[in-house]
């Protein structure tokens, strides 16, 4: 087939899907399927009759949806979940050892007397801790192999509440009420969706554990800033260890800086680096299963939007 890569092309991963057999083309109008690595202003809208599918490069495709690009009845596309699902889990334990670990909190007292309050403070994750995974998909199943070896309990939250590999417990989203008041480490892994936007709001915070520590490595929006702050400030959760926030990027002068029990990190849970190895792979995959007339491995739900 003949594909076309926009807005930016990535010349390793277009010789990496020209060496599968098809055809890269400059003019999205001459393209069987395209290749998107843009945000929701660098679309071709409309999308030309002719593609018959479209790869997004990312695992989020949140913005694209509403936007209206990707719509129910619309033209297919398929989306990278999954292809990261090693470096986003790293990376989530790289922040939450962090956090609980008072590593910003040293590094902001700049001073060896602060010794003592880490001593106070300093959190231990094999030390028979529980791990709630909110949205366990394929990072999920990694995360939970990747967490093994500390040895913690696994609670798996699902929108179906079906048993996730390697976890202790499964729970429905519609039954996540359950779950808030068991763990110590909530890790945020779910979508975005209108239904999830700022699911973790003050109610929340409220049912969690005073020890709990909040990941999220997801989107920004699943979690209501100005409430965790607040729970930060009046110590009703014990941290935070954000890759994503609301908004994105986080303004300098953000409160959320200078709380020493939030840990951050700007977005990279996975890197351009590490998308662009990748695409070429990914790409080859679903288009084969795409003239095959079978169902792309990363194809996106329309209605659902991921």
């Given at each position: ?6 807005p930016?092309q990535?010349p390793?991963a277009?010789?990496?899907?020209e060496a599968?057999g ?23 809208d ?9 790869q997004?490069?990312?695992?989020g ?19 990278a ?19 609980m670990?008072?590593?910003?909190m ?9 010794r ?6 300093k ?7 529980t ?6 998909g394929?990072?999920a ?14 609670i798996?939250?699902?929108r ?9 417990e499964s729970?429905?989203?519609?039954d996540?009420?359950r ?34 520590v ?17 729970a930060?400030r ?7 260890a954000?890759?994503?926030t609301?908004?994105?990027?986080l ?12 840990m951050?990190?700007?977005?990279t ?9 990748r ?6 995959e ?14 996106v ?6």
């Amino acid at each position: 087939m003949k594909f076309a890569f926009q807005p930016q092309q990535w010349p390793d991963a277009i010789a990496e899907i020209e060496a599968a057999g098809h055809t890269f083309v400059e003019d999205v109008h001459d393209a069987d399927f395209l290749v998107f690595n843009g945000g929701p202003g660098k679309f071709p809208d409309p999308l030309p009759e002719n593609i018959r599918y479209v790869q997004a490069t990312f695992a989020g495709i949140d913005a694209l949806h509403e936007a209206g690009l990707i719509r129910p009845g619309g033209v297919r596309w398929a989306c990278a979940s999954g292809l990261y699902d090693d470096t986003v889990a790293e990376s989530t334990i790289a922040i939450l050892l962090a956090q609980m670990h008072m590593h910003k909190m040293i590094t902001l007292a700049g001073q060896w007397s602060v010794r003592r309050d880490v001593d106070k403070r300093k959190q231990w994750l094999f030390d028979n801790k529980t791990v709630a995974i909110i949205g366990a998909g394929r990072i999920a199943v990694k995360l939970i192999e990747m967490l093994s070896v500390f040895g913690v309990r696994i609670i798996a939250v699902t929108r179906s509440g079906r048993m996730v590999d390697g976890a202790d417990e499964s729970y429905a989203i519609a039954d996540v009420d359950r779950v808030w008041g068991k763990a110590d480490v909530v890790v945020v892994l779910a979508p975005l969706t209108p239904e999830t936007r700022h699911m973790i709001n003050r109610d929340v915070f409220g049912k969690m554990r005073s020890n709990a520590v909040l990941v999220n490595v997801a989107r920004g929006p699943l979690v209501h800033t100005d409430d965790l702050v607040e729970a930060l400030r009046n110590g009703t959760i014990a941290g935070a260890a954000l890759d994503v926030t609301e908004p994105e990027p986080l303004p300098d002068d953000h409160p959320l800086w200078d709380i020493e029990t939030c840990m951050i990190t700007p977005h990279t849970a996975n890197t351009y680096t590490i998308i662009q190895e990748r695409t070429g792979r990914l790409v080859v995959e679903n288009a084969a299963a795409f003239e095959a007339g079978e169902r792309m491995p990363n194809e996106v739900n329309l209605d659902a939007g991921y």
